[in-house]
């Protein structure tokens, strides 16, 4: 199961949240999921140099709050907030007026992010770079990070070759069975001149039952 399924829907509630918060009834249902979708896809076409790893949306009533989690959080703010008043003018008309409060928080640590890992290895198969050195370097940064580890696979025309086919490294340990291991997981696409390759990218971040084991018991004082 854990090898055919999304990690982050897989763990979700255990210790993944959900994107989208909000509640609707089924004449709202289809209107707030297409918006979310038009809001998400709008950011991260706006925001492709920023490193945007995810987007959370919250409704209430009629007002909306944006998360986004960036690795540069002055790429998104913009020159005296220009950017965010710009973002917000339009993410308000795509949502019909309502209420938008854009809120932004910065990921300190993106070679353990697995999105943007997924996104670098992209960015870097467009610039001609080798897959397996992209791939490789990748693997070693985020093992430098400080991750348990890690699994990067690439598949499409690598390389310019004629026929697609899929290549995979590891290094580390990924227990995606193991549910209450936070597996972060990331998917991006990278268009080369051949076409588009697909990246995916699984790290292991810590080890929750270790990390339990060695919490410092609290004791209670009269």
Known sequence: MGQKVNPIGFRLQLNHDWRSRWYANRKEFTQFLHSDIAIRKYLKTKLKSAAVAKIMIERAW??????????RPGIVIGRKGAEIEEM??????MSEGAQIK????????????????????????????????????????????????VKVRCSGRLGGAEISRAEWYREGKIPLHTLRTPIDYGFAEGDTVAGKIGIKCWICRTDVAQAEAEKPVETASA
């Open 88 to 93: 917000t003018r339009v993410i308000s008309g």
């Open 62 to 71: 009629n007002s909306i709050r944006v998360t986004i989690h960036t690795a």
């Open 102 to 149: 854009i809120e932004i928080q910065e990921i300190r640590t993106p070679d353990l992010d697995a999105q943007l890992v997924a996104e670098n290895i992209g960015m870097q198969l467009e610039r001609r770079i080798s897959f397996r050195r992209a791939m490789k370097r990748a693997i070693q940064t985020t093992m430098d990070a400080g991750a348990l580890g």
